[in-house]
């Protein structure tokens, strides 16, 4: 299974649709807009987090401090609920 933007999709493909001659498509026939759907979160990794503070071991290892849970010891591709992206 893929996560897609069905929004998109539908107004790319479906825009000229015979079908449907508005500018964006509400087809009841059409099967982009019948497909079923999940809802879904987008995820912020803790390289991308706000919460995030970086610290290196003795070793040289490279790990985040969560400020907003209180937890260390993650990697930057970890995640979890508390996720924040941060400003560029």
Not at 40 to 50: F, L
Not at 58 to 68: D, L, N
Request: hydrophobic share 25%; glycine share 6%.
């Amino acid at each position: 299974m893929r996560l897609i933007d069905a929004d998109a999709l539908e107004k790319e493909m479906c825009s000229g649709c015979e079908y449907n001659k508005s500018k964006y498509a509400n087809c009841d026939d059409c099967a982009i807009a019948n497909a079923p759907t999940i809802d879904a979160e987008p995820v912020v990794h803790c390289k991308d987090c706000k919460w995030a503070d970086w610290y290196k071991t003795a070793g040289g290892e490279q790990f985040c401090y969560c400020i907003e849970t209180d937890s260390g010891g993650r990697t930057a591709n970890d995640f979890c609920s508390y996720g924040e992206r941060r400003e560029p």
